[in-house]
């Protein structure tokens, strides 16, 4: 993550707790205590690109396989066919900072140092930390050795790579309303304090001005950021 990102999730969490902060204890001062949790968040917002920029590339990497697997079934070798798929794959992503590109460049650029093309794959692999691309490199460790049918791997692993992202797309629509209702959950008790708080002042100013109040305000906000963090478990299915 750069600098500027690190800033800006930082503030943006800064600015959030903040005001829950302040929501719950009705104090400036009070509130502050609450904004050095934000120095936290651009680490889970970190892993939540990186699970994201997976799953794009892994997308990408079928996309490639298919254009590998057709020069290979024109004849032409593996490592011309990657040279090949990065052409094809740049006439379809004109943004030069699309995943796929950059990767394909670079396994591109070690084929002309004479480094061999599961060595490139491999490598890849390491870096994305994506299962399925692993496999791919081992299959075609497997295939250099042993002279196997390059196309129909090509072929077999695009079609278990589509089938595994459309599932992903399918569970991740399912979950889409449960996600939806854990963030409505989230924010119905601030939204009700500040109803109270506005409605029936008198009720709630023992919250605001009492240490048992405060107590209570922050064993709540505690027990719900909990529950958030259990939510997010429970729902975070891997494929």
């Known amino acids: 993550m750069k600098e500027r990102e690190y800033f800006f999730y930082t503030l943006i969490a800064f600015i959030f707790l903040f005001s829950i902060g302040y929501i719950l ?4 001062f009070l509130s502050f205590l609450l904004t050095p949790l934000a120095f936290l968040y651009p680490q889970y917002k970190r892993k939540e690109i990186i699970k994201n920029r997976r799953l794009l590339l892994l997308n990408q990497f079928k996309e490639a396989m298919y ?3 057709s020069s290979l079934s024109a004849g032409k070798s593996l490592e011309g066919s990657i040279k090949d798929a990065l052409k094809d794959m740049m006439a379809i992503y004109d ?11 670079i396994i591109v650029k070690r084929l002309e140092l004479n480094d061999t093309v599961e060595s490139a794959i491999v490598d890849l692999a390491e870096r994305s930390k994506l299962e399925d691309i692993r496999n791919f490199a081992d299959v075609i460790i497997i295939c250099k050795r042993t002279g196997g049918n390059l196309i129909e791997v090509m072929s ?3 079609k278990i790579i589509g089938e595994k992202i459309a599932f992903t ?5 399912i979950l889409a309303q449960r996600k939806f209702d854990q963030k409505i959950l989230t924010i119905m008790p601030f939204i009700l304090i500040v109803l109270l708080s506005y409605i029936t002042q008198d009720y709630m100013e023992p919250i605001f001005t009492t240490v048992v109040g405060r107590i209570v305000m922050t064993i709540a906000f505690f027990m719900i950021m909990l529950a958030v963090i259990i939510s997010k478990k429970i729902m975070e299915i891997e494929v």
């Open 67 to 69: 254009v590998i697997a």
């Open 169 to 173: 797309q399918e569970l991740n629509l």
């Open 95 to 105: 943004d030069p900072e699309t995943l796929i590109l950059k990767e394909l460049a």
């Open 156 to 158: 077999n692993t695009s």
């Open 25 to 28: 204890y009705q104090s400036i």
